[in-house]
């Protein structure tokens, strides 16, 4: 995203006028190197720009309920990154809190403005494809920080809100589709399976299981 900062120049007439961060430090840091004007070494700082109207929330998944429920209470609209949230709550909270405050708030998917992407909704709904019946996605990347945040359970880190958000997304897009009934079905028996074999799992054992 921090590349993607630098196409906003232009007819679009957006631009980037701040950034926030836990440190001065960093703020600034991360400032000078993307030729930023404003840094503030706290979010709070952020959401109190005047020049600021729209929020960025690009934080790790663990922060972006509450990051996008300050921003959007302090009265910004926000473009929150993927994934939107942790679960089902905090999304249907933070969608009430931007109506609360008529805010603009959508998630950063950037999968769903890919030109390619576009063409294929367009060929699905001009019937040019025709029924679709199963779809097929899975999408990997090789993470060899050990400690890093994908790993990291107090970031909310691990495959299915980092990678599996894209698949899941995509299978979902066409959702008129009779295959995105049977993708629902099968999801929620698999959460099922899985929360069985961690209740087996801890019957058996005294250790706590990880899954990546």
């Keep these: 995203m921090t590349q993607a900062l630098q196409t906003l120049d232009g007819p679009t007439g957006a631009e980037v006028v701040a950034v926030g961060s836990r440190s ?3 703020a600034e840091e991360f400032a000078a190197r993307f030729d930023i004007p404003h840094a503030h070494g706290s979010y ?3 959401y109190a720009d ?7 929330v690009a934080s ?3 922060h972006h309920h509450e990051m996008t429920i300050d921003a959007l209470r302090a009265g910004k609209h926000v ?5 939107f949230a942790l679960n089902a709550a905090q999304s249907r909270e933070m969608a009430a809190v931007a109506r609360e405050h008529d805010r603009f708030l959508m998630e950063a998917m950037w999968t769903w403005f890919i030109p390619a992407i576009v063409d294929i909704k367009r060929r699905i709904e001009a019937g040019e494809i025709g029924r679709l019946t199963v779809i097929e996605s899975d999408f990997g990347i090789t993470v060899v920080d050990e400690g ?6 107090d970031l909310a880190g691990g495959a299915l809100l ?5 698949p899941i997304s995509l299978a979902r897009f066409p959702s008129y589709c009779p295959a995105w009934r049977s993708f629902k079905r099968a999801m929620r028996l698999l959460i ?11 019957a058996s054992s005294d250790a706590t299981p990880t899954i990546r």
């Excluded at 099922?192 to 801890?202: G, N, T």
């Design 50 to 56: 005047p020049d600021v109207e729209i929020v960025y």
């Design 24 to 26: 001065p430090d960093s």
């Design 79 to 83: 473009l929150c990154e993927k994934a």
């Design 192 to 202: 099922c399976w899985v929360w069985s074999l961690i209740d087996s799992i801890k």
């Design 44 to 46: 709070a700082d952020l």
């Design 148 to 153: 890093g945040r994908h790993r990291r359970i």
């Design 60 to 62: 790790p998944h663990s």
């Design 162 to 166: 980092d990678l599996g958000i894209y």
